[in-house]
């Protein structure tokens, strides 16, 4: 009832640690102030993966790996060739400089926001009190179903 604000952004890094982040921040916000979801208030910030750059001349951030691709098709036969198409892979939001972070993430004219809904925040809840609760077969058998689907960020 006393929210300041309209929008509660949670900002990650694009990663899958990134991830394990906000499943923590909206299982928190489910479980202790599930009005802030159900009103349409929480958010996940949504930063870029890379920026690609062709000569020095067209800057492209992308957000996925589908995107990278689609650049490098575009400006050098599908392949980075190391002298005019660069792709800078962000390992986090601290390697961005500001102006990098104003632009993809924090501008409200150009960032990307995914509204956290709460059917986002109960599937959230329960798929994080079954990887960190004491019963370890449904920990076990999550693993197996979804290890194929596992994104390595190694």
């Known amino acids: 009832d006393k929210l300041r ?3 509660i952004i949670i900002m990650t890094d694009a990663d899958v640690d990134g991830s394990h982040i906000d499943t923590l921040i909206m299982t928190l916000f489910y479980r202790f102030m599930p009005k802030v979801i159900q009103e349409g208030h ?3 910030a949504n930063p870029p993966l890379y920026l690609c750059t062709y ?17 490098l ?5 599908g392949v980075e060739d190391g002298k005019s198409v660069h792709t800078q892979r ?9 102006e990098q972070l104003w632009e993809t993430t924090m501008d409200p004219q150009t ?7 709460i ?9 994080f009190s079954m990887l960190m609760g004491d019963d370890v077969e449904p920990r076990r058998k999550f693993i197996e179903e979804h290890a194929t689907y596992a994104n390595i960020d190694a």
């Open 5 to 7: 604000y309209d929008k």
């Open 42 to 44: 929480l958010y996940i």
């Open 55 to 71: 000569k020095n001349k067209v800057k492209e951030y992308c957000y996925t790996e589908q995107q990278r691709q689609t650049f």
């Open 73 to 77: 098709d575009k400006y050098a036969g």
């Open 90 to 98: 962000y390992k986090g939001l601290g390697e961005m400089n500001p």
């Open 111 to 117: 960032r990307l926001l995914k509204q956290v809904t």
């Open 119 to 127: 059917e986002n925040a109960a599937e959230a809840d329960e798929i």
